[in-house]
């Protein structure tokens, strides 16, 4: 790893946890490649932090969200998120973020869904993904890294709006057979509205943050059955999520 890139990741990774800083500035692209091919961070900003009302996308060990879920393909089934606690990178030495897992007993086909995922929050106010492995049905499936880190989601909330946020990044998959595939993906980021009331089974929310996330062909067009709209709630994370499914918030535990 450079020495700009490993600098890069220390500073990103001491942060996690202390809260951040408003987004960056509309239109951003995300960070380029680094020649050596490791991990990067996307640029942080310089905005004066933001930590009114808590975060849109709270990383504190031992939260736990559960969700029902409506999914083309594997039906109605409930998923349970939980936040493990802060781990070291697997492959990233030195390098530290959320263990997050996921788990969904997909009851219409009979799988166990299980998603092991490593993210930080950046100063920015931008929630990133580093690594993600798949099981089903306790057997690995699928390993994934990207380059730079990924969007997952907004922790703060953009002081005006428009708002929109570019993300290009690689994309490197290893499948339980050892074979490699990689892509090229990008994705916007728009915050379409705020202060939004949403209802769902763990209640009413009325200061939600609605956002919406397009992935994008080669041509820069938005790929067809490949957005997703979210409503993130500032101390309780998402509540709701529309587009490839359907997901929403049923109980929540939120640690401080």
Same mark, same amino acid.
């Given at each position: 790893m450079t020495r700009r890139w490993r600098a890069a990741l220390a500073a990103g990774w001491m942060l996690v946890g202390c809260g951040g800083s408003s987004l960056p500035a509309t239109g951003g692209p995300g960070t380029g490649t680094p020649p050596d091919g490791n991990v990067g961070l996307p640029p942080t900003g310089t905005d004066e932090p933001d930590t009114q009302g808590g975060s849109l996308w709270p990383l504190t060990a031992g939260s736990v969200w559960v969700y029902d879920i409506l999914d083309p393909v594997h039906g109605a089934f409930q998923k349970q998120v939980t936040m493990e606690g802060e781990k070291e990178v697997p492959g990233m030495a030195g390098s530290r973020g959320m263990l997050v897992h996921s788990r969904q007993d997909r009851v219409a086909t009979g799988v166990l869904y299980e998603e092991y995922s490593y993210q930080a929050e950046l100063p920015n106010g931008l929630v990133v993904r580093l690594r993600e492995e798949d099981h089903r049905d306790g057997?690995?499936?699928?390993?994934?890294?990207?380059?730079?880190a990924t969007v997952k989601s907004l922790a703060r909330a953009p002081s005006a709006l428009p708002w929109s946020y570019q $993300?290009?990044?690689?994309?490197?998959?290893?499948?339980?057979?050892? $074979?490699?595939?990689? $892509?090229?993906?990008?994705?916007?980021?728009?915050?379409?509205?705020?202060?939004?009331t949403v209802q769902t089974k763990a209640g009413t929310f009325t200061n939600a943050i609605k956002v919406r996330r397009d992935k994008l062909n080669d041509a820069g067009e938005v790929k067809d059955g490949k957005e997703r709209t979210y409503w993130l709630v500032p101390g309780v994370g998402k509540v709701r999520e529309e587009g490839e499914r359907t997901e929403e918030l049923v109980r929540y535990d939120i640690k401080k």
């Open positions: 057997v690995l499936v699928r390993t994934t890294t990207w380059n730079p $993300s290009a990044v690689q994309e490197f998959t290893v499948l339980g057979d050892g $074979s490699q595939e990689d $892509s090229d993906p990008t994705y916007t980021w728009r915050v379409v509205e705020m202060d939004v």
